[in-house]
């Protein structure tokens, strides 16, 4: 069958620039460059090209420009090019349409919609570079009351505390499965986070034994399709998490196609060599509240009751009353994943259409949860689609501790969010597990820029506190007086419980 | 030894009167303990190198052998709850009762021996070890069960069990010997194998309906000697006879595909 399909992009070399050093057919590894002896000449399959900007960053001479195919269907409103090419790309298929990353439309994001608050007159700011500044966060259930006595003079705590864990900001990197990317990846998350002191999470892939000494700064996941999960890997980790859910794909499972499944990945996730790794939609223990409590506290025997254990749902519509639920199951740490999380691949009609903004979730999680006295039971991280120390900021605001990310961590490494993370042919070494291509990234280039971003965000947020007067994190969360929102409807701005810009 | 009873007493002083120990038994009326406690009792023994165990009373106390790190026999009498020996490593569990759901919920070592019938969910993800259960389960038993190098779980069901058999199932082996079924009577389960993509399912008896990622075949030599094996094993652990069992007819359903979601996406 002859695809109509159009190229999504054109490559364009200027040819006096381009010095035939070949690198760009060297580096793209979907073989959209290639070199004619007979002109002497290197050329392009525009069909090919993902626009992942690798060739154009790694061109000597700055020969390449990528640029979307000026070609496209008649205008029109409804029927727009995208929507067009899904069609006929399914007619030829009669596939699912993959795509990797969160959710790239317009719609959805509050974040830009709310506006930070900054001391005037009345209550002075402060100086982040000569006053201290708090950004350590504890994540876990903090107790109702405490008891504190007085024994010859010292304070002694007497209330015995669910395990906590200490970050030294509040940031934390989130769930990547060792699979869907290489170990190089896993090893620089950990490495960063170990180094900056916060936490990564190995994702539902499992762990590989020679990661297991950044343990202390590792969350392990279980997921529905229990890969990798054991005695040990449980033990080893700083916290477990129970994936429900996922902000990209809320609701539907996922899977590791055979093909990816290789002799190392097999050791991790400890399945046979090249069968799919399939993790089913629901976790079949687990079709109840009380079913969930079962196995928290399952995992919480198995760890002898040291470890905090988080839920991770993907935000829908009834995320408040499903975290009522997850506080009195027994759960440590809530994270709470929005409609722009990212994946590895996920079906575009899911990532696109399901799910609610992440905003709306925290707002709503966090006022249900204090109107009924358990918001101390519980920490909530809120995860899918924070692109800034701004969105770290207005996320605690709005009610979170701490937030997860992830696509912006793989962004810090090098990843140009060109959407294609499900080929496993990412040419800049992440979204893969091909040897030879993950060896683009150096783990001790990538984990030194993620502490980058680590420390450049940290000190960016210090920054919005001392302008709000604010010297610890604390005092921030749930502190929605210092949000006010532009451009809302009086629903919106119920549901986020903020202010409008002005009152 | 005293310091053990001691140990056992500081959980929960009435047990001081309810622990004997006897023919290097040790013997516990757990009724009305809660969970915790009885598998910190199981731990604090466990921790000391004690190998034989008997619980009396058990009456639906979950997780039972979940936190056991080595390898100690635990005999079971009553019925314990939820999620026995999850996540469990290594000891050995022999229940003279019914047990309930998720008998062995991610397992990786160990194994789990039933004189009664199990819930659903028996051997959910189980990755090794093995579950012996002597008359039926429940629903969607062994779903997720994988294998892994050297480990290869094997669950054996003496009667017979309910839906979706293998749902998932990456792994392992289950068998089905449909004991209790009378001449020319069939198990009721449907869909079994659904998105079964490794495995085999030794069944004595046809099910009502197999899914579309799988298929029944007849057993070839080799899948004889398994069975053989397997089957001895489970009759020693309940007296039945072996020889008896394995002239009966049996079919395996193996997966269609290791690869059952390989041409679902347009990429």
């Not at chain 1, 304070?155 to 030294?168: F, G, V």
């Not at chain 1, 409609?339 to 709503?364: Q, Y």
């Amino acid at each position: 069958m002859k695809s109509y399909l159009l190229p999504e992009y054109m490559v364009e070399r200027d040819h006096n620039r381009c010095i035939r050093c070949k690198a760009c057919i060297s580096q793209c590894t979907y073989g959209a460059h290639y070199y004619d002896e007979e002109e002497d000449m290197v050329l392009s399959k525009d069909e090919k090209c993902v626009n992942c900007q690798r060739c154009v960053v790694f061109c000597p001479t700055h020969a390449i420009t990528i640029k979307n195919n000026p070609n496209s269907y008649r205008e029109n409103a409804n029927w727009t090019h995208e929507v067009i090419t899904a069609i006929k790309k399914q007619a030829e298929t009669g596939g699912i349409i993959l795509t990797g990353m969160g959710c790239d439309k317009p719609y959805f994001t509050y974040w830009d919609r709310l506006l930070l608050n900054a001391s005037q007159v009345t209550n002075p700011s402060i100086d982040p570079i000569r006053e201290p500044m708090e950004l350590r966060t504890y994540l876990g259930a903090k107790p109702d009351r405490l008891r504190i006595d007085v024994e010859e003079g010292d304070y002694i705590l007497k209330t015995k505390l669910a395990p906590q864990l200490c970050i030294e900001t509040p940031i934390l990197f989130s769930a990547i499965s060792y699979g869907s990317t290489s170990i190089r990846v896993h090893e620089s998350l950990a490495r960063a986070a170990s180094e900056y002191g916060t936490l990564w999470n190995t994702g539902e892939g499992g762990l590989a034994r020679r990661l297991y000494k950044y343990g202390e700064h590792t969350i392990v996941q279980v997921a529905s399709g229990r890969f990798g999960v054991h005695p040990e890997y449980l033990n080893i980790s700083a916290a477990i998490e129970i994936k429900i859910g996922q902000g990209a794909k809320p609701g539907i499972g996922g899977h590791l196609p055979g093909e990816k499944v290789s002799e190392e990945i097999s050791r991790t996730r400890m399945i046979p060599v090249g069968t799919d790794a399939i993790s089913s939609a629901p976790q079949h223990d687990i079709y109840s509240i009380e079913d969930l409590a079962q196995l928290i506290y399952a995992l919480k025997e198995a760890t002898d009751y040291a470890k905090p254990i988080f839920v991770k749902i993907a935000a829908v519509h009834n995320s408040a009353a499903i975290a009522s639920g997850i506080v009195r199951a027994g759960a440590d740490v809530i994270v709470l994943d929005g409609i722009r999380g990212g994946t590895g691949a996920a079906p575009r009609i899911i990532r696109d259409n399901v799910g609610i903004p992440i905003e709306m979730a925290i707002a709503s999680v966090d006022q249900r949860l204090r109107e009924e006295g358990i918001r101390n039971r519980v920490s909530i991280i809120a995860a899918g689609g924070i692109k800034s120390s701004a969105d770290v900021v207005k996320a605690i605001a709005l009610g979170a501790d701490a937030v997860y990310i992830a696509t912006a961590a793989l962004v810090a490494m090098g990843c140009t969010v060109c959407q294609k993370c499900y080929t496993g042919k990412c040419p800049w070494g992440i979204a893969t597990t091909d040897p030879w291509i993950s060896k683009r990234l150096n783990p001790d280039v990538a984990s030194k820029r993620l502490m980058n971003l680590l420390k450049a965000w940290s000190m960016e947020i210090k920054e919005m506190m001392g302008g709000m007067g604010i010297n610890a994190i604390e005092s921030l969360r749930g502190n929605r007086e210092h949000l006010r929102a532009v451009g809302l409807t009086e629903t919106e701005l119920r549901i986020l419980g903020v202010k409008a810009a002005g009152e | 030894m005293i310091n053990i009873e001691r140990l056992v007493s500081e959980i929960d002083a009435q047990l001081i009167f309810r622990t004997r120990f006897e023919g290097n038994v040790w013997k516990i009326d757990v009724k009305g303990i809660h969970y915790w406690k009885l598998n910190k009792i199981l731990k604090v023994l466990n921790d000391r190198g004690v190998k034989k165990i008997e619980l009396y009373n058990v009456h639906g106390q979950r997780y039972i052998g979940t936190n056991l790190k080595s390898k100690v026999n635990v005999e079971v009498y009553g019925t314990p709850g939820n999620d026995l020996g999850a996540f469990m490593n290594g000891p050995e569990i022999v229940v003279h009762g019914n047990v309930q759901d998720c008998c062995g919920n991610t397992m990786n070592e160990g194994s789990i021996i039933v004189h009664g019938n199990a819930g659903d969910i028996t051997g959910y993800s189980m990755r090794g070890g093995k579950i012996f259960i002597r008359n039926s389960t429940g629903y969607r038993v062994g779903v997720h069960m994988k294998e892994y190098g050297n480990k290869r779980p094997c669950l054996v069901i003496g009667g017979t069990a309910q839906d979706f058999i293998g749902e998932y199932m990456a792994g392992g082996i289950i068998a089905i010997l449909g004991l209790n079924l009378k001449s020319g009577e069939h198990h009721k389960a449907r869909f079994v194998g659904t998105g079964m993509h490794g495995g085999v399912i030794y069944i004595h008896g046809e099910v009502r309906s197999i899914s579309k990622e799988a298929e029944a075949v007849n057993l070839n030599e080799e899948d004889w000697k398994i069975l053989y094996k397997i089957v001895e094993e489970f009759c020693r652990c309940f007296k039945f006879d072996a020889e008896k069992i394995l002239e009966q007819n049996f079919k395996k359903i193996i997966p269609v595909s290791h690869r059952p979601y390989g041409m679902l996406y347009a990429y």
